[in-house]
């Protein structure tokens, strides 16, 4: 389903398809693995699922439009995946964390909608196959930083994958300074953050008004773009 839902639709919509409907029913196994070393931690996990019936918000128009979505059973969904996450000590004040994601989510069966939607084989709609998460931190009794960077792999926005958004990088940066005691203040703490440090361009949001079989020119796509470079700044303090 898209990103508000499966019932983003007409409840008049709803009430025509809700008797031709099966719920979602899945089997899922997940294997995983923690441990902990001298200047090193770290998780690793395996998983498997097969879902069947399972359930897809079609957009049937562009959103501004408003012409109501339909719910389709897709059938079997497969997915396969991986988790590892490593955290390095690199010295009493540095560590360096960094977590990796691949994840092969298939549409195993097609659908009928009208017509035979000839999804299986392809790739479930907004699921990345990897993402990968890498930061920085160094703090000791008074500063404090934090530099890191984010990945997320093409995304597609039909069912048939004939459109996507490609790849993108993420950065961020945070630094501050912190007091136990400042004269009558306590737990002193002035901090910088940058977001998308990098003023990086990309897709953040896809598919906010469901996802359709087939849109190679992107007439129905609804693609929210990601902020800009953004710079805050805070104060904390107690009395």
């Known amino acids: 389903p898209g990103v508000n839902g499966p019932f ?15 719920p979602e029913t899945s089997t899922s196994i997940d294997l995983g693995y923690r441990f902990k070393r001298p200047g090193f931690q770290g998780s690793l996990a395996v998983y498997h ?21 339909t719910f389709v059973n897709v059938g079997k969904v497969q997915t ?20 990796f994601t691949y994840n092969d989510s298939q549409y195993k069966t097609n659908y009928l909608d009208k017509v035979l939607v000839k999804v299986a084989g ?29 990945y997320t792999a093409q995304r597609y926005y039909t069912y048939l994958n ?14 501050g300074y912190k007091q136990k005691n400042w004269g009558v203040l306590k737990d002193v703490a002035i901090q910088v953050n ?11 949001t896809i598919g906010s008004n469901g996802f359709v079989a087939s849109d190679p020119k992107g007439e129905f796509a609804t693609l929210l773009t990601g902020a800009p470079r953004q710079v805050f700044l805070s104060l904390n303090a107690k009395l």
């Open 122 to 150: 392809k790739q479930v709609v907004d699921a990345p196959k990897n993402m990968f998460n890498t930061e920085l931190s160094y703090e000791n009794d008074t500063w404090f930083a934090r530099a890191g960077a984010k």
């Open 49 to 69: 699922a097969d879902f069947n019936d399972r359930l897809l918000n079609v957009a049937n128009c562009a959103g501004i439009v408003g012409c109501p979505n």
């Open 162 to 175: 004939d459109a996507s958004v490609p790849s993108y990088w993420l950065s961020n940066l945070s630094m």
């Open 8 to 22: 983003s639709q007409s409840q008049t919509s709803f009430n025509l398809s809700v008797n031709n409907l099966k």
């Open 194 to 204: 940058v977001t998308n440090l990098a003023n990086t361009k990309y897709y953040s």
């Open 80 to 99: 396969n995946g991986l988790e590892a996450v490593g955290i390095f000590k690199l010295a009493s004040e540095w560590s360096w964390f960094n977590s």
